[in-house]
T-cell receptor
Framework: GDSVTQMEGPVTLSEEAFLTINCTYT??????LFWYVQYPGEGLQLLLK???ADDKGSNKGFEATYRKETTSFHLEKGSVQVSDSAVYFC???????????????WGAGTKLIIKP | DGGITQSPKYLFRKEGQNVTLSCEQN?????MYWYRQDPGQGLRLIYY???????QKGDIAEGYSVSREKKESFPLTVTSAQKNPTAFYLC???????????FGNGTRLTVT
């Protein structure tokens, strides 16, 4: 079945550092890909998405490109801030069969800690 | 402001008691979901509902029950049959099934 694999955390960076959080996936169809962010004590918020190969999703300085050839959707930010400290989840939405409903498959989440 | 309201934020119960978690949305979304989040793990789907008066089991439905009598409301009951109920529970909704989800702020349930 479909799956999402994220790099294990926590990832600890200094403020203004460059961020990459790796996400790779396996899927039988043509999934849509998402990054969600969860700030401490809160629910998840959609950060960005991409619906087809080579699409780039971007929001709040974060970017991720849907790479079909490497089955990846890595999250990047050029200069992180303390306020970016959160847990980041990669997810894919795919139909499991022609007559099936779409399913949302989640990665385990990567905790990001930004030190001033 | 439209959104999803989960209440209460923290809930404590004794083992053997059923407990109901509330989820209300005013986004006019058709689909609603319940997820369970445990430390260091991704989200696991408990139940989902695509329309009123209909719902489907997710990956870990055992020990849980839901109802969807109104479009705005999707309460989750954690029954005494749930072996390990202590967790963070998240409710979500989407305009159509599996469109990007909008989440509530969660309920942290502790059962002792």
């Amino acid at each position: 079945g479909d799956s999402v694999t994220q790099m294990e955390g926590p990832v600890t960076l200094s403020e203004e550092a460059f961020l990459t959080i790796n996400c790779t996936y396996t899927a039988t169809g043509y999934p849509s890909l998402f990054w969600y962010v969860q700030y401490p004590g809160e629910g998840l918020q959609l950060l960005l998405k991409a619906t087809k190969a080579d699409d780039k999703g971007s929001n709040k300085g974060f970017e991720a490109t849907y790479r079909k050839e490497t089955t990846s959707f890595h999250l990047e930010k050029g200069s992180v801030q303390v306020s970016d400290s959160a847990v980041y989840f990669c997810a894919l939405s795919d139909r499991q069969g022609k007559d099936s409903n779409y399913q949302l498959i989640w990665g385990a989440g990567t905790k990001l800690i930004i030190k001033p | 402001d439209g959104g999803i309201t989960q209440s209460p934020k923290y809930l404590f119960r004794k083992e053997g008691q059923n407990v109901t978690l509330s989820c209300e949305q005013n986004l006019n979304h058709d689909a609603m979901y319940w997820y369970r989040q445990d430390p260091g793990q991704g989200l696991r789907l408990i139940y989902y509902s695509q329309i009123v008066n209909d719902f489907q089991k997710g990956d870990i439905a055992e020990g849980y029950s839901v109802s969807r009598e109104k479009k705005e409301s999707f309460p989750l009951t954690v029954t005494s049959a749930q072996k390990n109920p202590t967790a963070f529970y998240l409710c979500a909704s989407s305009s159509i099934h599996m469109a990007p989800l909008h989440f509530g702020n969660g309920t942290r349930l502790t059962v002792t």
